[in-house]
């Protein structure tokens, strides 16, 4: 058993999905939610397996694997996460992922309000990234990342977008789920709004807090159909990030510049999009007196690998691998030798 | 603190020592010094602003300017594959297998390599959806309107050329390139690249001596590059198509960075290491690699769908 790699651990659950490096890769893997377990009757999934291509025609699907439910009693019922009452089981992925291996699914309406509202039902958890395309109204938004808030089983916020500007709302269109990080980090991010002030603050699609930092620089590309023309190819230094609101503050100083804004939708599909911003490095301060460098995040401000792979991604729910908030799961992973 | 005035406050050091490797001779601990972290860091003053500057005779100074220092970080990361191989196998196999399994890991690495650089682009620059082909979509296939529009940017922004043009020769149906920049594309919309106006295929460059076997075409100020495993994303268009990004770039805008001794290591271990009874051994192949975008004002580049 000289090439046989075992790896385990625990996490407690907050009810979102969850990724597990696993530099080994896997052949097997199995996790029990402990908390569940110890329930006398939950509704909830106890424990998982998923087969990995080694197991040929017994290989697990993707966003499936077996599922060991608890359903209201003692009693167990094992079947698979992609039976037909279906719950989004375990996605093993090898590559740097732009879509996360899950089905598309359709949307009845985004609001034209600040900010917007998607109607879907869905199974996404809070701060998912979703790309959203294929929209009904709403064009010039078609094919845009956004991360969403507030979600609930038929629908959830879009923080960063501000569509009462909007000429109407949208009545259809799909999403896929993304992933969080790109291959690489820091990455590009999409803009929605630009405000004109000594200082520009500038709103964008996902937290922006989670690749960027106050003293970071960022370049902008404007294209003419959002207006605000002079801010395109230049560059700025973060002088504030707002996780609350999706915003950055520049040292750009855009009162006099045209208003940012959208192209409408009906100029969709021949106006240029998308309005974007990407990293140009940093410009740290010191302070000789207190000796305090700020400006900086080793975390966040080199370019690293944004997303490691392999790794197995839990869905997480009451139904699926990664459990309810607060549920206790251990998981393990088999590298099989042959 | 006077204003003005460009010091340490407003220009970090990067480091509390500096090194000064070619200085000193044979003290071993400065080689140790230059190994400090894991974060490498390129940087580069920004020119001063031509705004103003005339004296004007009556004695008083022009403000000085703050100079600014642009600090690109990357973080060394080490990639490696590793091959076992059964003693049966070189036993019984007469066509030199671990010879053939190192060039195959020799091909792994730059493989490898080029994919991280291709995530790099993909991930870290902003792309203009192209909007000037027919296919309805958004974006659009590639066109020779969305190509000036790049063109535009780059030498909107100063960035310098990559190559070399090629000059006309008394050869049938050949045509000069200009000196150009670099277009990295998948080779899924290379029929769309043949339809562009003004795309000048390989074949019909003048001279084909030096030519990479990946370039396909060049278009304007472009010369493009093609690969089965450029960067694309699924379903990512207005329609749900599959959007193709194609980075085009110019001179130092993008660095790829080996750490010293530690470029490409292939190693051995023979069977007595690896396995208890000697009949395993082993193949690996390492490399360390530091990857950034150094300047997004030479970089820029489309976002594409295919026509068909």
């Known amino acids: ?338 | 603190m006077a204003n003005g005035i460009t010091n340490i406050n407003n220009m970090a050091p990067e480091l509390p020592l500096q090194f000064s490797e070619d200085l000193l001779s044979t003290p071993m601990f400065n080689y140790a010094e230059s190994h400090i972290g894991k974060t490498t860091r390129m940087s580069r003053y920004e020119r001063l602003s031509t705004d103003g500057g005339q004296l004007d005779g009556s004695g008083i100074d022009p403000a000085p300017e703050v100079v600014v220092r642009s600090d690109i970080d990357a973080t060394m990361e080490i990639y490696a594959k590793t091959v076992v191989i059964n003693e049966q196998v070189t036993l019984y196999e007469n066509d030199k297998v671990l010879t053939k399994f190192t060039a195959l890991l020799g091909q792994w690495m730059r493989e490898k390599e080029d994919l991280l650089m291709r995530d790099l682009y993909a991930s870290s620059v902003s792309y203009i959806n192209a909007v000037g082909g027919i296919n309805g979509d958004q974006p659009s296939e590639i066109s020779r309107n969305d190509i000036n529009n790049i063109e535009r940017i780059l030498l909107g922004n100063d960035a310098r050329t990559m190559l070399e043009g090629i000059d006309a020769m008394d050869k049938f149906g050949t045509a000069p390139t200009r000196d150009a920049f670099i277009a990295l594309a998948s080779t899924d919309i290379t029929p769309d690249l043949q339809n562009v106006q003004g795309v000048l295929l390989k074949n019909a460059y003048p001279n084909q001596e030096g030519l990479r076997p990946e370039e396909y075409c060049s278009v304007s100020r472009f010369r493009f590059f093609v690969s089965s495993k450029a960067a694309k994303i699924p379903g990512a268009s207005l329609q749900g198509r599959t959007v193709y990004t194609i980075p085009m770039y110019g001179l130092e805008a993008a660095a790829k960075i080996e750490q010293n001794n530690y470029s490409a290591t292939l190693g051995y271990r023979p069977p007595y290491v690896v396995s208890s009874v000697a009949q395993n051994s082993q193949l690996y192949a390492k490399f360390a690699i530091a990857r950034a975008i150094t300047n997004q004002n030479w970089i820029s580049g489309l976002n594409v769908t295919a026509r068909l």
């Open chain 1, 1 to 338: 058993m000289a090439f046989t790699i075992l790896d385990g651990g625990s996490f407690t659950s907050t009810g979102a999905g969850v990724k597990i490096p696993l530099p080994s890769s896997a052949d097997y893997f199995k996790v029990w939610n402990t908390t569940q377990l110890a329930a006398a009757a939950p509704n909830a999934v106890v424990g998982a397996e998923w087969f990995g291509p080694k197991f040929g025609v017994g290989a697990s699907a993707a966003n499936s694997g077996i599922r060991w439910k608890k359903a209201g009693s003692s009693a167990l019922v094992i079947d698979s996460f992609s039976t037909a009452t279906a719950s989004d089981g375990f996605t093993y992925v090898v590559t740097s992922p732009n879509v996360e291996p899950q089905a598309a699914n359709a949307i009845t309406a985004i609001t034209a309000a600040s900010p917007a509202v998607v109607s879907q039902t869905n199974t996404y958890s809070e701060g998912d990234f979703v790309r959203i395309y294929n929209t009904t109204g709403m064009l010039q938004i078609a094919g845009m990342v956004f991360q969403i808030s507030t979600v609930s089983g038929s629908g959830y916020t879009l923080t960063g977008l501000r569509a009462a500007g909007f000429a109407a709302a949208a009545t259809a269109g799909f999403t896929r789920r993304v992933s969080k990080n790109a291959a690489v980090d820091p990455e590009y991010l999409y803009i929605t709004e630009i405000t004109k002030a000594t200082q520009a603050v500038v709103r964008t699609s996902v937290d922006p807090s989670n690749y960027y930092v106050v003293g970071n620089k960022i370049h902008f590309s404007v294209p003419p159909s959002f207006g605000m023309s002079e801010i395109n190819q230049l560059t700025g230094t973060i002088t504030a990030v707002s996780a609350a609101n999706y915003t950055l503050t520049v040292d750009i100083d855009s009162s006099a510049f045209t208003t940012f804004a959208f192209p409408a939708s009906t100029a969709s599909p021949t106006a240029q999009l998308f309005a974007t911003l990407s990293p140009a490095g940093s410009q740290t301060s010191f302070n000789p007196v207190s000796q305090v460098q700020t400006g900086y995040e080793f975390q966040k401000t080199p370019f690293h690998t944004g997303q490691f792979t392999p790794y197995m991604f839990l869905a997480g729910g009451a139904d699926s691998p990664a459990g309810a908030n607060a549920d206790v799961i251990n998981w393990m992973s088999y590298k099989l030798e042959v």
